[in-house]
């Protein structure tokens, strides 16, 4: 049988694990130190740890991080990484480093259930929640890790739908404890699991991103079916109800495609959605996947719609297009792993 | 993935609890809330344990208020919810979703317990002349099946994936809407089951000239 992973487990958890072994309850922050601030593959190697302490350790837990099966890196400088999860299942991390930044793209299920239209991660269907450690080796494990100033959860599966798991990954990257990363460096990004989000609101500080996609029910109900359970108007009612006007941000996240949801219709529509909430509205390209009746939007249409948001006082931004050259959608690669894998 | 957390709620008592088929209930409590048909509602333990989401099977006037639903083995109020008998109490949230919507000569494709949506529009009446594409594994999966043969005629069209003789199109759904002659590509088409279900079938109905908002899906989160 396979030991348990210490990596992924919270200082509250450490304790647990350490008093249950006999062992001082000081030891769990000493291997949390270990574990989140320093650079080591084995128990062994936790010095300050007593010799005792570290082989009741090893005998039953081992570290647990995994390095990435497979790199992809992109002329742009984009890398996205490959990773086997512990069920032998495959999730992907894009690295993209920016001239004063250096984003880490996590994911946080194997494969989706929520079934977006647009999706690739969605065709490979729900094949399970990833650990907290599972979510926090994508940055730790990556040989870019300690220069990541920006984590996003937008990465493979709905976060919200892993929600303890997301909030301990959170506790663990942002804790004094564990990896101390700002909280306002950090966005996790949700179709608009209501429930969860507010849990999430009320339990971290970082930041949140809501797909948006279109502000109309009957054409978001076509793209994601999450919409016949938390319409987006209930969504953006929630949101509301908390306060964004310091440093903790909201943006809304829309892709642009072709026909269905770059008119003017559209701009007057978002504008009554979002009017007088702080906010910032994030435009993507659509990088298109295999079989899509779906077309991205022209760079022309991409910039009026921005120019036309913005002149009604909405902060519109266009995200820049990283790494097309290495299947730059989400779920691309690790769906064409999980093909190699069933041959 | 749920929580109780925005949710209006209020006990139950269980007045009805059926095994249909192996690993399949009806769960039934007075109705004493409106609904339309389509709509989910949370059942729970306690507050504690979150509430999983499942879709009426009843009609929007009926007395009673039907679940259907599958025992799973993950979760923690899934493997619970079979122990449970008439007189107990649960915990019932308001109903909810917009998956409400309708439109005469609709197609339905559900897989499994995710025909409980479509049964609940055709007990109330809602649209005419549907035509319901259901899948399952094994035929005692076809849940309502005499009152759908008699209801629905010819537009009643079982698939079985695992079943071995001829009385059902032998495959899944995706398999039946790939050969079928009478695919319309005008009409709305509603469907409901896994994310892999509504996946798949969405494709293949978008491959055969399906405009993608003509597919409306509720997926079991």
Redesign the interface.
């Known amino acids: 049988m396979i030991k348990p992973p210490l990596f992924g487990l919270t200082l509250l958890q450490l304790t647990e694990l350490v008093l249950a072994e006999d062992l001082p309850k000081f030891t769990a922050k000493q291997i949390a130190d270990w574990l989140y601030k320093k650079d080591i593959e084995s128990i062994d190697q936790m010095t300050n740890l007593s010799l005792d302490a570290r082989r009741k350790l090893s005998d039953k837990y081992r570290i647990g991080l995994v390095k990435p099966k497979k790199v992809a890196a992109s002329a742009d400088g984009t890398k996205k990484y490959l990773f086997t999860t512990e069920s032998l299942k495959f999730v992907e991390a894009a690295y993209i480093p920016d001239a004063d930044r250096a984003t880490l793209c996590v994911s946080s299920q194997v494969?989706?259930?929520?079934?977006c239209?647009f999706c690739m991660t969605?065709?490979q269907?729900?094949q399970g929640n990833l650990s907290a450690g599972e979510i926090v080796n994508q940055l730790r494990s990556i040989p870019e890790w300690q220069g990541i100033t920006n984590i996003v959860y937008m990465g493979m599966g709905e976060p919200?739908?892993?929600?303890d798991n997301v909030l301990a990954s959170l506790e663990i990257l942002t804790s004094d404890w564990g990896m101390a990363m700002s909280p306002r460096r950090i966005t996790v990004s949700t179709i608009g699991?209501?429930?969860?989000m507010?849990?999430f609101l009320e339990h971290s500080q970082c930041h949140l991103a809501v797909s948006l996609h279109t502000p109309f029910?009957?054409?978001r109900?076509?793209?994601m079916?999450?919409?016949?359970?938390y319409?987006i108007q209930e969504v953006v009612d929630?949101i509301r109800n908390y306060d964004f006007s310091g440093q903790r941000r909201v943006s809304f996240e829309y892709i642009m495609f072709d026909g269905v949801n770059d008119t003017p219709r559209h701009v007057k529509e978002l504008t009554r959605l979002l009017s007088n909430l702080n906010c910032r509205v994030n435009l993507i390209r659509f990088h298109p996947i295999p079989?899509s009746?779906?077309r991205g939007s022209s760079d022309d249409k991409i910039l009026a719609f921005r120019d036309a948001l913005t002149s009604k006082g909405i902060f519109t931004t266009i995200r820049a297009s990283r790494g097309e050259d290495i299947q730059a959608a989400c779920g691309l690669l690790s769906t064409k792993e999980l093909l190699n894998q069933k041959k | 993935?749920?929580?109780?957390?925005?949710?209006q709620y209020a006990k139950q008592r269980i007045l009805s609890h059926r095994q249909i088929a192996n690993g399949a209930y009806i769960l039934s409590f007075k109705r004493n809330f409106g609904f339309k048909a389509g709509q989910?509602i949370g059942l729970g333990i306690n507050k504690e344990i979150a509430p999983r989401?499942y879709s009426i099977a009843s009609a929007e006037k009926a007395d009673m208020v039907d679940i259907l639903y599958a025992e799973k083995s993950g979760g923690e109020l899934s493997p619970a919810l079979p122990l449970f008998r008439e007189g107990d109490e649960i915990l019932v949230s308001e109903p909810?979703?917009?998956?409400t919507q309708y439109s005469d000569d609709a197609v339905y494709v559900a897989a499994g317990t995710g025909i409980a949506p479509f049964m609940s529009r055709i007990l109330s009446e809602k649209g005419n002349t549907p035509t319901l594409i259901h899948g399952v594994s094994y035929p005692e999966y076809f849940y309502y099946s005499d009152f759908l043969t008699e209801k629905l005629g010819r537009n009643y069209i079982q698939c079985c994936s695992r079943c071995p003789n001829d009385d059902y199109f032998q495959g899944r759904v995706t398999s039946f809407l790939k050969q079928w002659k009478n695919l319309d590509t005008t009409k709305k088409y509603y469907l409901c089951g896994?994310?892999?279900m509504?996946?798949d079938t969405?494709?293949v109905l978008?491959?055969h000239g399906v405009?993608?908002?003509n597919?409306?899906?509720?997926?079991?989160?």
Do not use: H
């Open positions: 494969g989706c259930k929520m079934g239209l969605g065709k269907g729900f919200f739908d892993n929600l699991v209501k429930p969860a507010i849990t029910d009957d054409e109900r076509a793209l079916p999450i919409q016949n359970v319409p929630e079989d009746p779906l | 993935m749920k929580s109780w957390n925005d949710l989910v989401l909810f979703g917009t998956f896994s994310a892999e509504v996946v969405r494709d978008i491959s405009p993608f908002a597919i409306n899906a509720e997926i079991y989160f």
